[in-house]
């Protein structure tokens, strides 16, 4: 009998943990094939420090339930890269532990990059002949990976930017004056969080009447004669880009500021573009005009989880133990449209290696109007995904959400298995 390991990778989302859910209930579900479902702490950079839980016997059944419709990380995250080097002394550690364990089956839940570790360990894992499984699980509210018709964490993601951006319509549109808001969203090369803002449309011609997403170049120019059309229409004109728009040199429009700085390694901090649009067009129009950064909202709020994300997150959990067990390795768990009226989908499973290190781009031709809108096309598509509402417990009218304290005392090393007390569940 082996074991089951999980950590989840990369950023967040509202449904991530949707996805652990899965994996756990489906560890469950086969008793005589698996032993312990393990949780990475922090994923594998924890793992590496020997931070684990024992989900299946930490985890009541009411607190499972709990976790669910948790938004965010419930085992924490991290963004560690594996080396590139398949001989580095990194990757017998890691499989050494894993032994230790008696894991037999390992599930990472994240990204592009979580993919690349799935795509790594099971590589090595074929030059070394261990019979380890590995397995990746969808996530990301950038709904940019390849290989499957979208990812668990969109949905939510697109609900709550649609959900949003139709209340910030309705705020705008209360004076008489002519006024500009600028709402900037997520989105470092694909923009499909910012096409999700038309979904807040009630009527054609109804704001936002501008979209803009990095794969479109972007002019400050054809921005201002934009603006100026919609104004001939509209007194309230309501525009939603991508952090990640930039011109036709490559440059980010962020950048045009003094504000742009990197990160720890090296990448452009892609926020601001929406400040520089605002002065922009105080100084060319001299109109009201207020610039919205959602932030990390889109991807953090457990309000407004989409009832079809959750679900199709959790099963998206269930289907990775399942290829496990029928002796599936280096694969990623994908989505494929079976139909769209009514929607369904298929769970099937890809090869990693033709997901990782890949970015799906919001496609050309769903982007109309000069580079400024977005085409119905989308809309039929993104629909579905946000479809339904789910119910959770409240307290004191505040969401109840269960989370892991901080303190070394709720992780534990292998030597150590069986030591640690009940995660809390508690108002956040």
């Not at 899965?22 to 008793?31: C, S």
């Not at 990380?73 to 017998?92: F, N, T």
């Not at 894991?103 to 099971?122: C, E, P, Q, R």
């Not at 369904?344 to 890949?358: G, L, S």
Request: aromatic share 8%.
């Amino acid at each position: 009998m082996k074991n089951v390991i999980v950590g989840q990778s990369g950023g967040p989302t509202a449904v991530i943990n949707g996805s652990l859910y899965g994996v756990v209930r489906e560890t469950l579900a086969h008793p005589e094939e698996i032993g312990h479902v393990y949780g990475m702490i922090h994923g594998i950079e924890g793992f590496l420090q020997d931070s684990i839980m024992d989900l299946g016997e930490e985890l009541s059944g009411e607190e499972l339930e709990l976790m669910k419709v948790t938004p965010a990380a419930y085992l924490g995250s991290c963004r560690y890269k594996l080396p590139e080097d398949l001989l580095s002394e990194v990757y017998p550690r890691v499989f050494e532990k894993l032994e230790a364990l008696e894991v037999g089956y390992f599930l990472y839940i994240g990204g592009n990059d979580s993919m690349d570790t799935v795509s790594k360990l099971s590589r090595y894992a074929a030059r070394t002949r261990s019979d380890i499984r590995f397995i990746g699980v969808p996530k990301t509210i950038d709904n940019d990976l390849v290989g499957t018709d979208h990812t668990p964490g969109y949905g939510s993601a697109a609900k709550y930017v649609a959900g949003t951006v139709r209340e910030i319509v309705l705020d705008s549109s209360v004076y008489f004056q002519k006024s500009v808001t600028i709402v900037e969203l997520m989105g470092r090369h694909a923009g499909w969080v910012t096409a999700a803002s038309v979904l807040a449309r009630k009527y054609e011609g109804d704001n936002p009447v501008l979209v803009y997403l990095p794969e479109a170049d972007f002019d400050l120019e054809e921005f201002a004669r934009d603006i100026e059309s919609a104004f001939e229409k509209n007194a309230c004109i309501i525009v939603c880009v991508s952090e990640g728009i930039h011109d036709a040199s490559g440059r980010f429009i962020c950048e045009y500021g003094d504000e742009a700085q990197t990160d720890n390694f090296g990448h452009k901090m892609l926020t601001g573009c929406g400040k520089i649009l605002e002065n922009f067009v105080r100084r060319r129009f001299g109109v009201k005009v207020r610039s919205v950064e959602l932030n990390v909202s889109q991807r953090c709020s457990g309000v407004l989880i989409s009832a079809a994300d959750l679900e199709e997150a959790s099963m998206a959990g269930r289907e990775g133990v399942k290829a496990a067990l029928a002796g599936e390795t280096g694969v990623m768990v994908a989505f494929r449209r079976a139909e769209s009226a009514p929607y369904h989908i298929e769970y099937i499973t890809v090869d990693v290696n033709a997901v990782c290190n890949q970015e799906k781009s919001f496609p050309a031709e769903w982007i109309t109007g000069a580079g400024n809108d977005i085409s119905r096309e989308f809309v039929e598509y993104a629909r579905p995904l946000i479809a339904g509402e789910v119910t959770r417990p409240v307290e004191d009218g505040v969401a109840v959400y269960l989370y892991r304290g901080e303190s070394r005392e709720n992780t534990k090393s292998p030597e150590a298995i069986g030591t640690v007390g009940k995660t809390k569940t508690e108002n956040r």
